[in-house]
């Protein structure tokens, strides 16, 4: 086996580094993230995320036309990923480019995984209660072996793209919303309507006839509440009212998991950049305050938190795995999510090496 360094979006550097060598395949496992809310999104960081992945992928595409291209993809692309847009964005590039590839009879195979439940790469920061929160999803992670036998059943496939996951289908139900994708797997147990303005009810008839100082206090424990429960803190004792969110481990997914509870508990309309607008449990408790008495503005309107220097909020650029998976059916009808991918690109004589 030879080992070597190349930049594979470089079409020139890559079609040196090919020069000569016999492949029998080509795994393309490279990818970039840079996670952040829709408003923070810039050009530069499409490109950033998009070269590694997509750009890449083209270049192998033209330079190996006869050679088994395999590229590890993201269901990211197929479920959508809140908070990863330029990543979401990429890899649906991807699987455009392995669609186009078969449609003109060369051999490819797009694999759209989520996360595997042995950490690495992409996935190595994902802490237990970052699994266990993939797990109350419907998308548990998948075990070496099941990802192994994936792999091969997709390899076998014949199809142009594919998204080996493996679905909790009870939980599933429970989601709001299903993904549009699996409607047709699963049907929902409907929340109506009904259930949250009963939720956001509750909360006003407790809060009514209250005092201001009662009020706060209220909702800085339901705060804290939705914080562990979304964070899976197994006690309210680890979620302190003056920690701030990102200290606390938000990133970007979580920060709309969490607008979505307070949602469903206050019956307000909260934008997704909460938790960076109201930085603390504190300040976002007493935003709510405002909100449900009715001495705040219309709709939320957000009051700047600190900013770095260029800009970005504080927790716009946190690099970690967020892996979001998505369907298909293989071989003995299981279906099986994700694989922690390589930030690397692998140009292998003989036969395709994976590796979490």
């Not at 890449?56 to 088994?68: G, I, K, Q, T, Y």
């Not at 009020?215 to 562990?228: I, K, P, Y």
């Not at 307000?268 to 930085?279: E, S, W």
């Amino acid at each position: 086996m030879t080992i070597a360094a190349c930049d594979a979006a470089d079409r020139v550097a890559m079609a040196e580094l090919l020069d000569g060598v016999q492949l029998a395949a080509v795994v393309h496992t490279a990818g970039v993230l840079d996670d952040g809310t829709v408003d923070s999104l810039t050009p530069e960081r499409f490109d950033a995320v998009f070269r590694s992945k997509v750009d890449a992928a083209w270049v192998l595409h033209d330079l190996a036309p006869d050679v088994p291209l395999l590229l590890f993809s993201s269901v990211a692309g197929m479920f959508g990923a809140s908070g990863q847009g330029t990543y979401a964005a990429a890899n649906s590039a991807l699987d455009a480019i392995a669609e186009h590839r078969h449609a003109h009879g060369a051999p490819v195979v797009s694999m759209a995984w989520g996360t595997w439940a042995e950490g690495g790469g992409m996935t190595g920061e994902l802490t237990e209660a970052d699994v266990d929160r993939l797990s109350r999803t419907g998308l548990p992670p998948l075990t070496v072996r099941q990802g192994l036998a994936l792999f091969d059943a997709a390899i076998g496939s014949g199809r142009a793209v594919v998204a080996p996951v493996r679905l909790d289908l009870g939980t599933l139900a429970e989601a709001d919303p299903v993904p549009p994708i699996l409607r047709r797997l699963v049907r929902p147990v409907r929340r109506t309507v009904r259930t949250d303005r009963a939720e956001a009810s509750a909360l006003a008839d407790r809060l009514a006839g209250s005092t201001a100082t009662e009020r706060r206090r209220v909702l800085v424990e339901l705060v804290r509440g939705r914080v562990a429960a979304v964070l899976g803190y197994p006690t309210l004792a680890q979620v302190g009212a003056d920690q701030t969110f990102t200290d606390l481990g938000f990133d970007s997914l979580t920060a709309v998991e969490l607008r979505n509870a307070l949602t469903a508990s206050t019956g307000l309309r909260l934008p997704a950049t909460l938790i960076f607008d109201y930085p603390t449990i504190d300040d976002l408790a007493a935003h709510l305050a405002e909100e449900l008495a009715g001495t705040g503005q219309a709709g939320p309107v957000p009051t700047p938190a600190a900013r770095h220097g260029d800009g970005r909020r504080p927790d716009c650029h946190r690099r970690h795995e967020l892996p979001i998976p998505g369907r298909c059916r293989v071989a003995g009808g299981l279906v099986g999510s994700g694989i922690a991918r390589r930030r690397r690109h692998h140009a292998v004589p003989g036969q395709p090496r994976l590796g979490p």
